[in-house]
């Protein structure tokens, strides 16, 4: 039973805030200028974003999803072989959250369907692989980094 909260349960709202996330992310990603691989610092109006992974500002190393950001930036400007430098997964992980998005929105219009709990089910099955995927694809950077240091 989902939790309540005055008259409206978390789980409805969490159909209202996983689309307008989504939507605010690639708002924000669209405005955002691409950056060619290589180049780090993205910028918005000529003037200079943090970077905003604290594992590789505090040890210089990358987490699972550096790259993520510039790389949707890249797939949502169109240029694909940016947005697989910046993170072999980032337009994977973006499809799936377009999709994330296109199920909650679904759900506020139509609650009662029932192939949107099956489809549902897929995605969050999904979700379980597609981390599987993140922790493997950074293994595999990790090793590359340490492999061309030497």
Same mark, same amino acid.
């Given at each position: 039973?989902?939790?309540?909260?005055?008259?409206?349960?978390?789980?409805?709202?969490?159909?209202?805030?996983?689309?307008?996330?989504?939507?605010?992310?690639?708002?924000?990603?669209?405005?955002?200028?691409?950056?060619?691989?290589?180049?780090?610092?993205?910028?918005?109006?000529?003037?200079?974003?943090?970077?905003?992974?604290?594992? /590789?500002?505090?040890?210089?190393?990358?987490?699972? @999803?550096?790259?993520?950001?510039?790389? &949707?930036? !890249?797939? +949502?400007? =169109? $240029?694909?072989?940016?947005?697989?430098?910046?993170?072999?997964?980032?337009?994977?992980?973006?499809?799936?959250?377009?999709?994330?998005?296109?199920?909650?929105?679904?759900?506020?219009?139509?609650?009662?369907?029932?192939?949107?709990?099956?489809?549902?089910? /897929?995605?969050?099955?999904?979700?379980?692989?597609? @981390?599987?995927?993140?922790?493997?694809? &950074?293994? !595999?950077? +990790?090793? =590359? $980094?340490?492999?061309?240091?030497?």
């Amino acid at each position: 039973m989902p939790a309540r909260s005055g008259n409206v349960s978390v789980d409805r709202r969490v159909n209202f805030v996983i689309p307008g996330l989504v939507l605010a992310v690639a708002v924000v990603a669209v405005v955002v200028p691409p950056v060619a691989p290589g180049q780090e610092t993205l910028r918005l109006a000529g003037v200079p974003l943090p970077t905003m992974c604290m594992l /590789r500002a505090a040890t210089g190393m990358p987490c699972a @999803g550096c790259g993520l950001t510039r790389s &949707w930036i !890249a797939a +949502l400007h =169109g $240029e694909w072989g940016w947005s697989f430098e910046h993170h072999r997964l980032g337009a994977v992980a973006l499809a799936y959250l377009l999709l994330q998005a296109i199920r909650h929105a679904a759900i506020i219009a139509r609650p009662s369907a029932g192939m949107l709990a099956v489809a549902g089910r /897929r995605l969050d099955l999904a979700a379980i692989a597609l @981390g599987v995927l993140f922790v493997w694809n &950074w293994l !595999a950077r +990790l090793a =590359g $980094e340490l492999f061309n240091a030497t």
